[in-house]
Each structure stands twice: as structure tokens, then as C-alpha cells.
């Protein structure tokens, strides 16, 4: 469906560029986020920055997640998935802290020590590079929700069909929404994982 992220970045930029936009702010999940954002910040003609939110895993279980949190929070949980597997918050207290801690340590490497950007009175533009259960979208947009931008809006170049938080947001972008959808990485010719370097080179290099 697409070769790599660049070229979903690139197509996503297209589609952006039909709205017009009120001082538009580009807003990265890292880190395969962010070289989706970087051609859409180009084309925009915006400023680029990131937006940290780390998945919750079930302990002794890394690899299934239940949540997500930003670096303060407050995490959100798949409530249904928690009843399923007998959690509770405070089970997942421990989880949560160490998560919150690795996307503090993430925005210190990728910002640099730079405050966070001011999105008031901006149309503000969260991007992914695809949507499975939405968790972490869900977490990112719910930190932005009352910081006073003009619009908030979520774009990604695929998205599963029942992933669509339009609760949190005036607006879901997505290119493709495929049926059979599976994973996002089996909709990308390459899916390479994006390191910490690759993020602040293309954070610093606009």
C-alpha cells in the first residue's frame, strides 16, 4: 500500500494541502511518526514537533498492551481489555510509571530541553504513521484536548476500520482504511523501525 513512510508522508501532505489551515502546527508520534510528519510539515509550510505517548503493557506481558499514557498523563486504558484479563489501575500502577518515565526521557532526547510548543489559536495536526487499536492517538489527543488550539486533527496514512477517535478530535485524516486490516507494518512495503537518531535529525532538520 505504501513503500515506506516517506512516500505515505509525502501522499498524506497531499491530502493536507487541499484545507486551508490556521497557523498550522505539526505534532509527530515518535518515533515512526515522524518521518510521516516531516513532508507534511514541509508541505504545510509548518513547524514540527512531537507528541510522546507511550503504550501500557499487561505485566509479564510487554508485548499486549492495555493503555497508554503521555509523560504526565493521565493514561487511558481499553477498558474492556482490562475486565478480559482481570487488571485493575492499580495493578497497573507500576506499568504506568515506568512508560510515563521513557516518554519523559524521549521528549528530553528529542526536544533537547525546548518547551513544548504553544498550540493556542493553531490548527493543530497530530500524525502517525498508522492506526491498529488507536490507544496511543487516543492518549497523545487527550493530552492536546484543552490546550486551546483552534482545531485538532489526526492524520495517518492507513487506520484500522474501528479506529477512529473522533471523540477527541475535530477531525480523523486517513488515506486508507482497509477491510482486511491487520497490522499497520503489513501496510508498508518497508517497515524499518526509526531510532532516536533518525527522529532529531528530522526534528532538526525541518
Given at each position: 500500500m505504501f513503500r515506506d513512510r516517506h512516500e505515505a508522508g509525502e501522499r498524506l501532505a497531499?491530502?493536507?494541502a487541499t484545507t486551508q489551515w490556521q497557523r498550522p502546527l505539526v505534532l509527530a508520534m515518535p518515533r515512526g511518526g515522524v518521518p510521516v510528519a516531516a513532508p507534511v510539515a514541509r508541505r504545510l509550510g509548518a513547524p514540527l514537533?512531537?507528541?510522546?505517548?507511550?503504550?501500557?503493557?499487561?505485566?509479564?506481558?510487554?508485548e499486549v498492551a492495555v493503555g497508554a499514557t503521555t509523560p504526565e498523563g493521565p493514561p487511558v486504558f481499553n477498558r474492556a481489555g482490562m475486565t478480559r484479563l482481570g487488571l485493575t489501575e492499580e495493578a497497573l500502577a507500576d506499568a504506568v510509571a515506568v512508560e510515563?518515565?521513557?516518554?519523559?526521557?524521549?521528549?528530553?532526547i528529542y526536544r533537547g530541553g525546548a518547551p513544548e510548543a504553544d498550540v493556542r489559536g493553531r490548527d493543530?495536526?497530530?500524525v502517525d504513521d498508522g492506526l491498529a487499536t488507536g490507544m496511543s492517538a487516543r492518549a497523545?489527543?487527550?493530552?492536546?484536548?484543552e490546550s486551546g488550539a483552534a482545531?485538532?486533527?489526526?492524520?495517518?496514512?492507513?487506520?484500522a476500520p474501528d479506529a477512529e477517535p473522533t471523540d477527541l478530535c475535530d477531525q480523523v485524516v486517513a488515506l486508507e482504511v482497509p477491510s482486511g486490516f491487520r497490522a499497520v507494518g503489513e501496510c508498508y512495503a518497508?517497515?524499518?523501525q526509526v531510532g532516536d537518531h533518525e527522529v532529531r535529525r528530522l526534528l532538526t532538520s525541518g
Open positions: 497531499e491530502e493536507l514537533d512531537v507528541v510522546v505517548a507511550r503504550k501500557i503493557p499487561v505485566p509479564g506481558s510487554p510515563q518515565a521513557e516518554a519523559r526521557r524521549r521528549v528530553e493543530v495536526i497530530v497523545a489527543l487527550g493530552h492536546m484536548r482545531s485538532l486533527v489526526l492524520a495517518v496514512p492507513v487506520r518497508d517497515f524499518t
